[in-house]
């Protein structure tokens, strides 16, 4: 499992220029299950990801494919996390 932080790079007064393909991309990850949620962070600092079913270097190389990452909108930072306890109903999530 994996938290992945978007905070906002030097080039963000161009997010509106790339905001339509960075949805696209969020979306494409929900519906293939890699990410579970996706939202923004408190005072408009960029926004976060929580991603399953794939090995850092893996949500590594997707997060590359963010036409946000691609082009400084943001700037990932990707947090991995072994679970050691969950909620019931996580596991089946997490694939």
Do not use: Y
Request: glycine fraction near 10%; proline fraction near 4%.
């Amino acid at each position: 499992m994996h938290i992945v932080l978007l905070k906002f790079g030097p080039n963000r007064s161009q997010a509106a220029q790339w905001v339509a393909g960075h949805k696209e991309w969020i979306e494409k990850g929900i519906s293939d299950g890699v990410f579970l949620l996706a939202g923004s962070l408190e005072n408009a600092q960029g926004g976060a990801l929580l991603a399953v079913k794939l090995s850092k270097a893996e949500v590594t190389a997707l997060v590359e494919e963010d036409p946000f990452v691609k082009h400084h909108v943001v700037e990932p930072e990707i947090i991995s996390i072994a679970p050691s306890r969950m909620a019931m109903g996580l596991a089946e999530l997490m694939g």
